[in-house]
């Protein structure tokens, strides 16, 4: 079946649903005030067509964003008459974007529905589309390969659970991703599952993840030492940071906090929520479960903190990276919750600190492995056994220290993906990285 009719029967099949999804979305927290905008309005209504194309760039969250920074800056200081266009799903996202690169344009993604895509594709005229992780957008990538859009996805992985649920997609997924020009696989797991779904054997490589090279310029001593009197954080004081916890996990988090600091009054800790949406619910959880002890809890989004901290919580976008070098010990959350495969444990890594993770590690299996293989990170099951980790790593420095040493040369040796990308994008003759300027495939 040709991908033309399979895009006429997508919208045919999603035409009766699209209404119902609208109001949906309106009344949802997460996408609240973001409906306009991904039907073309709002933020949208300043791209105007061009004559030159554009390079388009979608990340689906401050995560996948920040994991494909290193190549985008790489691309910005090589890409000097293009604009680039960037979108998110999710305003925390398109913020980050903001933020980071702020001389291009930054959206929210339209509804994956056949007239949106279609204005979408109109207004950026894309010559070339660069996608991190795994946002498989059907009609967006139909309507690449008919506008003859050179794809890529960069950091490409598929967890095991979207693995199952894309299965039941391949009729519609095995000729969508059989015309993507490059996937760049984190791991050859992910490489497998991109050709179980159709996609081309010549046309998928295993690169890593461009994410790790995001920690390789010089740490800012000033910055780190400024960041630490704001939030409170004391050199004599031993720290830990629990990073990207969920809701469900903090539970766990806090009862072994709590425990450490029967046998560690002096402990400080960073709390770091990964949900945007729900920081204020996630907060009032932590408050309610520290009331009655005798601990000082302070929010970072309230500005510098004061008087003695015990724990920070942190409500920020963009600094729980930098706080893990604050840290002795690290909890990296996501492992404890079904279905989400674990948050990245190479971040606390990166700084020679030793992490913890709960059983459901899925996204990260190879980076999980090679830390238990190495004594730099543990899989705990329970709060009891994130206490006795935390205990035995704080008790004995050294021990901590040495375990903080093989986690940053893990992390180490998983450097380098940036720059593999971009080789194979020149070597592909693909837009972005031409001497000219000018892709010399697609962009015509």
């Known amino acids: 079946m040709k991908l033309w009719i399979r895009t006429l029967l997508l919208f045919l099949l999603t035409l009766p649903v699209f209404p119902l999804l609208l109001v949906y979305a309106a009344f949802q927290r997460k996408l609240k005030g973001t409906v306009m905008e991904r039907c073309l309005f709002g933020d949208w209504r300043v791209l105007h067509r061009g004559k030159a194309q554009r390079v388009w760039v979608h990340a689906a969250s401050v995560g996948e964003f920040l994991g494909v920074l290193p190549l985008l800056k790489r691309l910005e200081s090589e890409l ?198 729900l920081f204020d619910a996630m907060f009032e959880k932590v408050r309610h479960r520290l009331d009655g002890a005798t601990i000082n809890l302070q929010r970072r989004s309230a500005g510098a903190c004061k008087g003695n901290v015990d724990v920070i919580f942190l409500d920020t976008i963009g600094e729980l990276s930098r706080c893990y070098a604050f840290a002795d010990v690290a909890f990296v959350g996501g492992g404890f919750i079904p279905g989400i495969g674990g948050h990245n444990p190479l971040e606390p890594a990166m700084h020679a600190v030793p992490v913890t993770f709960g059983p459901e590690m899925n996204n990260f299996r190879d980076a999980v492995a090679a830390l238990v293989a190495e004594g730099a990170g543990v899989t705990v099951a329970n709060a009891e056994e994130l206490q006795n980790c935390l205990l035995r790593w704080f008790a004995d420095r050294s021990f901590a220290v040495q375990a903080g040493e093989r986690a940053q040369g893990i992390w180490r040796n998983n450097l380098g993906a940036t720059e593999i990308v971009s080789n194979e994008l020149r070597e592909r003759g693909l837009c972005v990285l031409s001497s000219s300027g000018v892709s010399n495939r697609g962009c015509q």
């Open 80 to 277: 000097t008459r293009h604009q680039v266009v960037m979108t998110a799903t999710s305003k925390a996202g398109k913020a980050e974007m903001r933020k980071h690169l702020p001389r291009h344009l930054s959206l929210l993604l339209p509804v994956d529905f056949l007239p949106l895509m279609l204005g979408a594709f109109f207004k950026v005229r894309p010559g070339l589309l660069l996608i991190a992780e795994t946002e498989i957008w059907p009609t967006m990538l139909i309507l690449a390969h008919l506008t003859k859009t050179p794809v890529v996805f960069v950091n490409a992985r598929i967890s095991d659970y979207a693995f199952s649920g894309y299965q039941r997609m391949q009729w519609l997924l095995r000729p969508v991703l059989a015309q993507v020009t490059l996937i760049c696989a984190q791991s050859e797991t992910d490489r497998a599952r991109f050709l179980a779904l159709g996609a081309l054997a010549d046309n998928v490589i295993v690169t890593g993840s461009t994410k790790y090279d995001s920690g390789q310029a010089e740490v800012d001593t000033g910055a780190l030492s400024r960041l630490a009197l704001e939030i409170g954080i004391e050199d004599s004081r031993p720290c830990f940071v629990a990073g990207s916890v969920r809701m469900g996990e903090e539970d766990v988090v806090l009862s072994a906090f709590l425990a450490l600091r029967e046998k560690i009054p002096g402990v400080q800790m960073i709390f770091a929520p990964r949900q945007v949406e």
